[in-house]
């Protein structure tokens, strides 16, 4: 079984690891840390949310930042503030027992832009940064990235599918394609994805997949339940109540569905609350720090809103209404059975739904058995 010196990390990052519980490197870890640490190559990464990607490539970067230059020689874009904020954190944690501190920035919409400004003025070596915030002070010529070795593209897919194509492109630009290596990571592989790698990384860099054969966690179980229109809030009840103990996630697909639903579900007396992109930055940080202590029990969320919430222990996930990207389902159901452990997807379907069922079955490789309550 390899282990993390046998992988190349240092001591001090293994101390670290130790002291979060990380102790046996996961697939992507096992495969990909070699290769970035030993190698100055573009690299693609493909594998599923919940596999241990942030340190697959975070150990990597750290191990190539010289602290005694004060300038920016790393930059990690995600989709997402609330990946980004998670990344951020990882690193922080990775860094404890370095002799040379290593500064970490993260930059992203929802917070004001001039606190951030202030931030990026002290030393810093690496920006996690979401594509549109990154953008905007590019503009303003706040950032400096010609000093880049190492940019890291994470969750890629879904930054292409939320509508970050043209602001990739800015940022991939503004880099100094000689002087840096390029490493995706990706679940899926979309065709305007694969223009990107096609136009910004080089044909030698080295590619892995993980989990070929299973585009979704195997860990997770599938099940779908019948139901109406009018009696779909009973049914969700029944759900719940069946799983009172335990914690999870339910997604839906509009702003205005999210709330609806926590209102009804919260006047049911469940501890429950929402995360959609009209909240306030401040207004999402108190339900993401309430889900993750464990003082709130169940989360409703739009997809966007959920993309890189990493919280410990989710038993299930449950779909109100199906995705209407396929691929959704898959980040969906990512969220839980993470590190190992085992969790259950859950959809609510009408009858018109019942082919969209069977559509996501054959496109995922999957069963989705019908649960009867």
């Known amino acids: 079984m390899s282990t993390f010196k046998d992988l190349g990390i240092r001591n001090n990052y293994i101390k670290s690891l130790k002291e979060i519980g990380i102790k046996i490197p996961t697939e992507i870890q096992k495969q ?3 290769i970035l640490i030993n190698s ?3 690299f693609v990464g493909l594998a599923q949310t919940g596999t241990g990607k942030t340190a697959a490539f975070g150990l990597p970067l750290l191990h190539k930042i010289d602290a005694n230059k004060n300038v920016v020689q790393g930059l ?10 998670q990344i951020k954190k990882q690193l922080f944690k990775f860094t404890k027992y370095n002799d040379k501190k290593i500064f970490v920035e993260g930059v992203y919409g929802g917070e004001k832009i001039d606190i951030q400004i202030r931030n990026l003025r002290r030393a810093t070596h690496v920006i996690v940064a979401t594509p549109g915030r990154l953008v905007d002070l590019l503009d303003k010529n706040i950032i400096d990235l010609k000093y880049i070795n190492s940019l890291i593209l994470d969750e890629a897919d879904e ?12 940022i991939l630009d503004a880099t100094n394609k000689n002087a840096r290596n390029t490493w995706l990571f990706s679940a899926t592989m979309p065709e305007d994805l694969k223009s990107i790698v096609k136009r910004y990384i080089s044909q030698d860099a080295a590619r892995i997949e993980i989990d070929r054969n299973s585009i979704v966690n195997a860990n997770i179980s599938h099940h779908f339940v019948q139901t109406s229109i009018g009696n779909k809030p009973n049914t969700l009840i029944r ?4 799983r009172e103990e335990a914690r999870g996630i339910i997604f839906c697909r509009t702003k205005a569905g999210t709330q609806a639903l926590k209102q009804q579900l919260q006047k049911e007396g469940f501890n429950v609350d929402a995360l959609e992109g009209d909240m306030t930055q401040k207004e999402r940080d108190k339900v993401m720090r309430a889900f993750k202590n464990t003082n709130l029990q169940i989360l409703i969320s739009t997809d966007v809103s959920a993309r890189g919430i990493d919280v410990d222990n989710l038993a299930y996930v ?3 209404q199906l ?18 452990k085992t969790g259950e997807s859950i ?9 969209r069922v069977q559509d996501v079955e054959k496109a995922l490789g999957i069963k989705i058995k019908e649960l009867t309550l």
């Open 318 to 320: 449950l779909h109100h």
């Open 76 to 85: 990690i874009i995600a989709p997402t503030r609330e990946l980004v904020q």
């Open 159 to 170: 930054m292409l599918s939320m509508g970050f194509k043209k602001d990739l492109n800015t």
């Open 32 to 34: 990909a840390i070699p």
């Open 40 to 42: 100055k190559t573009d």
């Open 323 to 340: 995705p209407e990207h396929l691929e959704y389902y898959t980040h969906r159901s990512g969220r839980t059975a993470r590190a190992g």
């Open 239 to 242: 759900l719940l109540e069946d």
């Open 347 to 355: 959809a609510l379907v009408l009858p018109n739904e019942l082919q």
